[in-house]
């Protein structure tokens, strides 16, 4: 049986503050009809794709934020996605801040086969940036206040393969392709959200491109998997956002790309059986791989920042903010 599907990487456009939910499902329900009339079996749209990125402003009560958050999937605004998705049969992949009724909060995204039935939720696992609020940044990346980690990669069967989720951050980590590699994952799905500027080293920034396509490229040729990575993307309230959302096939090289800073649907044919081109033969993990030699150190941490090296980019942070305007 073919094993070929037609996959969509949906890049966004930025979601500003004013923008409406219901406007921007129209712009998802508007990108999930391109992909069907491109024959696309799966559409994946980016992180938190129903907001702008939240996270870069403070706020002293959380629940201040609480409009931001989803209560329910399918919820009164998101309906229409599913509505659509069934009727076209075309499944989604989608990002959103979820709120649960005990209070939890996640950042999250799901997994929609083509009857419009959720079959997978990832809760994001790498939280990046700052838990408090960090004045001398031009812009905050607060999501480790608002947000809790989410505590494990998993596959789902769906669309006739091995399907796994990551959000964002977690696309620069070995660990996530590799542990969605070892389940035998074949298409792993990340949305994300990435500013051009990084405050804590802007030496980084003009590498933002460069390090975007090392990873997801990495990670599918390391393990043997297809990996679609999609930005929302362009100025969002005054935050640039890297776009370039592509899809990796097994081979590491890139079959589908975005061309643009807006919404916009790249598409390739996404072969699942090339993957066992990869994990039959060179990354063979059950032939090959050596878990007793890596030993139990894979499971640490890892060592902490000497406190020297944190000075010294304590101090780089410093030297690089924005003087603060007198009297602000
Ligand atoms: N959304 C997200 O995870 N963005 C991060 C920014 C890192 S810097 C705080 C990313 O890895 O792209």
């Known amino acids: 049986m073919s094993r070929v599907l037609t996959v969509g990487a949906a890049q966004m456009g930025p979601i500003q503050l004013a923008d409406a939910r219901p406007e921007v499902v129209e712009r998802l329900v508007a990108l999930l009809r391109s992909g069907a009339a491109a024959g696309c079996d799966l559409v994946v749209f980016p992180e938190l794709a129903l907001t ?3 996270p870069r402003w403070w706020v ?6 609480d409009h931001f958050y989803e209560t329910e999937m399918p919820g009164p605004d998101t309906r229409p996605l599913f509505d659509e998705a069934r009727r076209l ?3 989604f992949h989608l990002g959103y801040a979820e709120l649960t009724s005990a209070g939890h909060r996640y950042n999250t995204a799901i997994l929609v086969e083509r009857d419009g039935s959720i079959v997978g939720r990832y809760r994001k696992v790498h939280l990046p940036g700052h838990s408090e609020h960090e004045p001398w940044r031009a812009f905050q990346h607060l999501e480790r206040y608002y947000f809790e980690a989410g505590d494990g990669f998993a596959v789902h069967g769906a669309f006739g393969g091995v399907v796994g989720m990551a959000i964002c951050n977690d696309r620069r980590w070995p660990e996530t392709y590799r542990v969605l590699g070892l389940q035998g994952c074949e298409l792993a799905l990340i949305g994300y959200n990435t500013p051009i500027h990084y405050a804590p080293d802007p030496a ?3 590498l933002q491109g ?6 997801l490229q990495s990670g599918a040729y390391q393990n043997g998997m297809w990996v679609v990575g999609v930005a929302k993307a362009g100025e969002e309230e005054g935050c ?15 079959a589908a790309l975005c061309t643009t800073d807006g919404d916009e649907l790249a598409v390739a044919e996404v072969d699942l059986d090339l993957c066992a081109g990869y994990t039959g033969t060179l990354f063979d993990f059950h032939r090959y791989r050596r878990p007793e030699v890596y030993g139990r150190i894979t ?9 020297g090296v944190r000075a010294a980019l304590d101090d780089n942070v410093e030297s690089t903010a924005e003087p603060e305007e007198e009297g602000s």
Not at 210 to 215: C, E, G, I, R, S
Not at 242 to 254: K, N, Q, T
Not at 299 to 307: K, L, N
């Open 204 to 206: 980084q920034d003009r």
């Open 240 to 254: 640039a956002l890297l776009g370039e959302s592509a899809i990796v096939a097994p081979s590491g090289e890139i």
């Open 60 to 65: 002293d009560d959380l629940a201040d934020a």
């Open 89 to 91: 049969g075309v499944g």
């Open 52 to 54: 702008t990125f939240f």
């Open 299 to 307: 499971a640490q941490r890892g060592p902490e920042v000497p406190a």
């Open 210 to 215: 460069f390090h975007n396509h090392l990873v």
